[in-house]
């Protein structure tokens, strides 16, 4: 697969500004986000010269997460625009997430002048790359900008990493001849073959298993058809981390996430697994709830590009180093002697349909006449929406609700930026989502305190004519503290617990229409505008009932 496709005319001289956005076009820059300052105004306009459709964002904060959401689920390489220092600086935390998630993204920054020590704006680009996870690149030379700018591409898109491309404002006025039927062609990675012993040994392993389970991550995304496969012929059972959720969305014999989130028959089983192989997935505290899903006699695999990877997280029996796809192929076509009794059966694939989910799982309705319970909100709200439908999830004490119990269609219906752990990034990344899948309903999940925060990009939704669906779990608090810290004094508990806030108000005040949901009836504001042009997007402040501590953060809390 390559990006290659020329949109400027034969060799010029032309400003390094100019080359450097037309270079990232020419190479198959998807999308470019951002604000745009003095430092960068000019090798932004040269992409948008160059076809790179822009939006331009309120935040660079939320530009980031744009730019990460629309990497994640178009599968191309994206562009955070940023003026330099601040500009930077303002786009780190988002920056951080993408790093942590291995998105593939350059963000395109200006720099000051190498003479300008004195600047305002100076600041450590590099080490500020570096401490976050991202790979600090720069132009260093009108002469070298060409091979400055592939370079950065080639680590993005091959590597899948956040590259911070630095380009000094100095730098940028210079000319230099461009001819951009000289650029090469960049071409995506060739994937890892496994070596034939570690197949053999997979192999020899999965024969010898009675109740294989497979767990796919975000390294395993591209490899749905040749996993389900290697399951049919072994009799494993299929689930993923919460990252790759969608994957075997419509398979009989799917379990759904793997970890927190999983129904407690998900659960049960994954621990009663005598072999759980990782496919792209790191198998951590997460996906794994700190080992209890892992039975004191269960052999561990991981299968990942990444050698770092394989034991990061938990002691292994056998590491591959390969593509998951590559291998899985390789491991069915070695596979022989699985017979007899597994655990694929017409029964087993009864007890999936019927407890596998939490939608299907009996609860305590603890909805009052003020509040809703948010499972029955996100179990109600899940019926309205339609199937073909991307769904964003914030941070928070909230999001074990949409996790569980919203559907999605596949892999790229599900957004899930948990990385680096921070509120206030699903906004952005709900923008960037839809701008990547146009053809489905982008769909936001955040509470009240990751929305009040970034609610700056809600003006950006409305002006791009999005027909976002935002759903708010509201409880008026930063609700994860509060059940972390339940033993806590009232006085204490006052420093993340807030008044009351009219969001549906708020949102209308930007130009979206708010609909508040006390109660399963008032759900039908929802209705209303679902059947309706949907021009505007719909902010449903839901005012939700509390329940003493969503049950993923029992677990989640472990770890602290």
């Known amino acids: ?106 963000v395109l920054t200006a720099d000051t002048a190498g003479a300008a020590v004195r600047s305002n704006f100076n600041v450590d680009q590099d080490a500020l790359a570096r401490s976050v996870g991202a790979v600090p690149e720069r132009v260093h030379a009108p002469a070298s900008a060409v091979a400055d700018v592939v370079r950065a591409y080639r680590t993005a898109l091959t590597e899948r990493r956040t590259v911070v491309l630095s380009v000094p404002t100095d730098i940028q006025q210079a000319k230099v001849d461009f001819d951009p039927a000289l650029l090469p062609t960049v071409s995506t990675a060739q994937p890892v073959r496994p070596s034939q012993q570690a197949v053999a040994e997979l192999a020899q392993l999965i024969t010898k298993a009675k109740k ?199 892999e790229f219906g599900f957004c899930f930026t948990q990385a680096f752990q921070s509120i206030g990034l699903g906004l952005g990344t709900a923008i960037g989502a839809a701008l990547a899948q146009p053809e489905r309903l982008p769909v936001l999940t955040t509470g009240d305190g990751g929305f009040l925060m970034a609610i700056s990009e809600l003006e950006t939704a409305v002006r791009l004519g999005l027909p976002l669906v935002v759903l708010v779990y509201n409880d008026s608090a930063y609700g994860a503290e509060i059940h972390h810290f339940d033993q806590a004094s009232d006085d204490d508990l006052e420093t993340v617990t807030f008044p009351d806030t009219d969001i549906a108000a708020i949102a209308r005040g930007y130009g979206a229409h708010g609909v508040t949901v006390r109660t399963v009836e008032d759900l039908s504001g929802v209705t209303d505008w679902l059947d309706g042009p949907r021009e505007v997007p719909l902010v449903v402040d839901a005012r939700i009932a509390s329940d003493g501590g969503a049950w993923w953060l029992a677990e989640a809390f472990k770890g602290h």
């Not at 178009?74 to 993408?98: K, M, P, W």
């Open 1 to 106: 697969m390559t990006h290659k496709e020329s949109f400027v005319a034969p060799s010029e001289t032309r400003t390094v500004a100019h080359v450097v956005g037309t270079v990232l076009a020419d190479l198959g820059a998807g999308h470019c986000f951002g604000v745009v300052g003095s430092g960068n105004f000019e090798m932004t306009a040269a992409l948008r010269r160059a076809g790179v459709p822009f939006t331009a964002a309120r935040h660079e904060g939320g530009a980031a997460m744009m730019a990460d959401g629309y990497a994640r689920m178009s599968d191309r390489v994206a562009v955070l625009s940023t003026h330099q220092g601040c500009g930077l600086t303002n786009a780190l935390t988002g920056i951080a997430e993408a790093a942590k998630s291995r998105t593939p993204l350059i």
């Open 212 to 410: 294989p389970v497979f767990v796919a991550g975000r390294g395993a995304r591209h490899a749905a058809r040749q996993l389900r496969e290697l399951a049919e012929a072994s009799g494993a059972l299929l689930a993923t981390s919460a990252v790759a959720h969608g994957l075997f969305h419509d398979d009989p014999f799917n379990l759904g996430i793997s970890g927190g989130f999983s129904s407690p028959f998900t659960a049960a089983t994954v621990a009663d697994a005598d072999l759980i192989v990782g496919w792209g997935c790191t198998l951590n505290m997460w996906t794994m709830r700190h080992g209890s899903l892992i039975g004191p006699d269960t052999t561990v695999v991981q299968v990942d590009t990444d050698l770092d990877a394989l034991g990061a997280n938990r002691p292994i029996d056998l590491g591959v180093l390969g593509d998951c796809a590559e291998t899985a192929t390789d491991v069915t076509e070695v596979l022989s002697g699985v017979g007899g009794d597994t655990w694929r059966t017409p029964e087993m694939a009864q007890r999936i349909e019927s407890h596998a989910r939490w939608a299907s799982e009996a609860i305590e309705d603890l909805s009052t006449e003020t509040h809703i319970d948010p499972r029955v909100f996100s179990r109600e709200v899940n019926k309205l929406l339609p199937v073909e439908r991307v769904v964003s999830v914030d941070s928070g004490n909230f999001m074990g609700y949409p996790s569980a119990y919203l559907d999605v269609p596949d």
